[in-house]
């Protein structure tokens, strides 16, 4: 998810006068009073058959069938794209589906079923469950699916920073024609039918359509927003919710973002300090306000003179080291490319980890286009684009890593074409089974402050903290002190003691930084890797088939959030 908190944003939205945008909420009453029950037909689940991981592990797939609008359930349908991966107990041991979402808004979770893979979650519990994966409406598999411009991430950019007018116009004019696309693309009539409380109430077809008593869910980033709402809508329908790295509602969407611009400026701080107490291994230095400084001197030059034949411009590397903001998985990745354009001017490395070395195929927008979708109607915003400008040169200088690329990633919403709504009051006071969270004290996407309000508003919640980490929605990465938690609470419906005041239950270690050694090959050479179905296929151990489902798994969740 690319958002979160209120709290910390209190500073600059006051200086800019914007506290009162995106404040309107509505009760649970006036959502209920526009819910009309509705059941899918039957699904007809076959072979996934699509030559990678779900038919390597033996998936099911389906498409469930549910109204594009539910306040007229009789009209016009669309699908929704789900996998299964069955359960292996016996019939008396089985606790239902799970259905996972990997967050976004607008990413693909068909592939999630995977989580049920054994090894995955530590002790049997997993296989007590069938494991559910689903693309959200317009999203991947399910149709329609929205794509709006997919050269809108193409390369060389113009540079986030308003540094001339020229470049302020420019982003303008591309904000405004993205938005003016999606309202003309293949698809638009999905764009009044896409907030959050319309994926919810797929995932309560989803529910009936399968037969299920009540919803056991697991949500990466905004699926923990899902949760949120599913929880406030159907509180009795709750079973098991894990939720990881925690949306704060309160600040849902324009508020959130900002608030994730301060928290950024703290982790790329920590990815830089690493940098400087691996120099023998990157060359970048031993000081991590020289690296910055340099990193920030860098994007200077790109602006001038865009490297790789043009094609890497400022906004292109802050891409990339952003994703080392986001998730220690990618650090050495980053790294070695970033060193080796640093020190041998080759800046191959960085090209490939910001377009995968080709050019954005047709399509390739719609996790955007959808992220959009949802972000831009779920609440009330301003659409003035000289608030945002006010709101963003106020937060600038006190969070210059992301604040002007967080903007410019949310600006079309200043002419979207589809209604806003007030946001969901979200409550968990209704909710009387336990309920799981996890999250790291320096997540830079969805603010830690975030989980310990959505703690106070659901009195049944338990919250993990990996702390001093900074990954976003890292659990299931072989931490133990987490993942058994996680198995346990799956097993038995057992969570952590939840203890007096605000602050987590349980504290874990978290995510650990990786400790990289020299490349034997040239630094900026992509590594060549198999499909992962196929090297699933081929692997000889069971360790190292975990190894890569893991490695899949963490591959869509930084998909879904980049």
């Keep these: 998810m690319n958002r979160v908190i209120a709290a910390a944003a209190t500073f600059v939205l006051t200086v800019a006068g914007l506290t009162t945008f995106g404040t309107a909420t509505a009760s649970p009453a006036h959502?209920?009073?526009?819910?009309?029950?509705?059941?899918?037909?039957?699904?007809?689940?076959?072979?996934?058959?699509?030559?990678?991981?779900?038919?390597?592990?033996?998936?099911?797939?389906?498409?469930?069938?549910?109204?594009?609008?539910?306040?007229?359930?009789?009209?016009r349908k669309i699908e929704i794209a789900i996998s299964r991966l069955r359960h292996t107990s016996s019939r008396a041991r089985y606790q239902g589906i799970v259905l996972v979402?990997?967050?976004?808004?607008?990413?693909?979770?068909?592939?999630?079923?995977?989580?049920?893979?054994?090894?995955?979650?530590?002790?049997?519990?997993?296989?007590?469950?069938?494991?559910?994966g689903?693309?959200?409406?317009?999203?991947?598999?399910?149709?329609?699916?929205?794509?709006?411009?997919?050269?809108?991430?193409?390369?060389?950019?113009?540079?986030?920073?308003?540094?001339?007018a020229a470049v302020e116009q420019a982003w303008i004019k591309r904000a405004r024609g993205y938005a003016r696309d999606c309202k003309r693309a293949q698809g638009a009539r999905l764009l009044r039918h896409v907030r959050t409380t319309d994926t919810v109430q797929d995932m309560e077809s989803i529910r009936r359509v399968l037969h299920q008593r009540k919803l056991n869910f697991y949500g990466f980033s905004y699926g923990t927003y899902l949760a949120q709402v599913?929880?406030?809508?159907?509180?009795?329908?709750?079973?098991?919710?894990?939720?990881?790295?925690?949306?704060?509602?309160?600040?849902?969407?324009?508020?959130?973002?900002?608030?994730?611009?301060?928290?950024?400026?703290?982790?790329?701080?920590?990815?830089?300090?690493?940098?400087?107490a691996h120099d023998a291994v990157f060359h970048l230095g031993?000081?991590?306000?020289?690296?910055?400084?340099?990193?920030?001197?860098?994007?200077?030059?790109?602006?001038?003179?865009?490297?790789?034949?043009?094609?890497?411009?400022?906004?292109?590397?802050?891409?990339?080291?952003?994703?080392?903001?986001?998730?220690?998985?990618?650090?050495e990745d980053v790294a070695f490319a970033y060193s080796a354009a640093v020190n041998d001017n080759d800046w191959s490395g960085i090209r490939y980890l910001y377009g995968g070395g080709g050019a954005q195929p047709?399509?390739?927008?719609?996790?955007?286009?959808?992220?959009?979708?949802?972000?831009?109607?779920?609440?009330?915003?301003?659409?003035?684009?000289?608030?945002?400008?006010?709101?963003?040169?106020?937060?600038?200088?006190?969070?210059?890593?992301?604040?002007?690329?967080?903007?410019?990633?949310?600006?079309p919403?200043?002419?979207?074409?589809?209604?806003?709504?007030?946001?969901?009051?979200?409550?968990?006071?209704?909710?009387?089974?336990?309920?799981?969270m996890i999250d790291e004290t320096f997540d830079g996407a969805t603010p830690y402050s975030g989980s310990l309000e959505v703690r106070r508003r659901f009195p049944t919640a338990s919250l993990i903290e990996g702390v001093g980490g900074t990954t976003h929605a890292g659990s299931l990465s072989g931490v133990a002190c987490t993942d058994n938690a996680i198995g346990a609470y799956l097993a038995h419906g057992t969570v952590p003691r939840r203890s007096r005041g605000n602050h987590s239950d349980l504290q874990c270690p978290p995510v650990p930084q990786p400790d990289p050694q020299p490349e034997p090959a040239p630094a900026a050479t992509p590594r060549a890797t198999a499909s992962p179905g196929l090297a699933l296929r081929r692997a000889e151990s069971s360790t190292r088939r975990v190894a890569l489902v893991r490695d899949a798994i963490h591959e869509v969740i930084r998909s879904a959030n980049p």
């Design 362 to 411: 047709k399509g390739s927008d719609n996790g955007y286009a959808m992220y959009l979708g949802t972000t831009c109607t779920d609440a009330r915003m301003t659409r003035q684009w000289s608030d945002w400008r006010r709101a963003t040169d106020a937060m600038f200088p006190r969070a210059p890593f992301l604040t002007w690329g967080n903007t410019r990633f949310n600006q």
């Design 101 to 132: 979402n990997p967050g976004g808004p607008g990413g693909s979770g068909l592939y999630l079923s995977v989580l049920g893979y054994p090894g995955i979650i530590p002790g049997r519990a997993s296989g007590t469950y069938d494991w559910i």
């Design 413 to 436: 919403c200043v002419s979207w074409p589809a209604r806003q709504r007030s946001r969901v009051h979200v409550t968990g006071r209704r909710v009387h089974v336990p309920v799981l």
């Design 134 to 164: 689903f693309d959200p409406r317009g999203v991947g598999s399910s149709r329609p699916s929205l794509s709006c411009d997919s050269r809108y991430f193409g390369y060389d950019r113009p540079r986030y920073e308003p540094t001339t």
């Design 230 to 276: 599913y929880a406030t809508r159907y509180p009795h329908k709750v079973r098991r919710f894990v939720l990881d790295s925690t949306v704060d509602p309160r600040g849902v969407w324009f508020h959130d973002n900002f608030a994730q611009d301060t928290a950024f400026e703290k982790t790329i701080g920590v990815y830089f300090g690493w940098l400087a």
């Design 31 to 75: 959502h209920r009073r526009h819910h009309h029950p509705y059941t899918p037909p039957p699904v007809h689940w076959k072979a996934c058959n699509d030559g990678g991981l779900l038919d390597a592990i033996g998936a099911q797939c389906a498409m469930v069938k549910v109204p594009l609008s539910y306040r007229h359930p009789h009209q």
């Design 286 to 331: 031993t000081d991590p306000a020289a690296i910055a400084a340099q990193y920030y001197d860098r994007l200077n030059a790109l602006e001038a003179t865009p490297a790789a034949g043009g094609t890497i411009g400022p906004d292109e590397l802050a891409d990339v080291m952003l994703s080392a903001a986001y998730y220690v998985y990618g650090w």
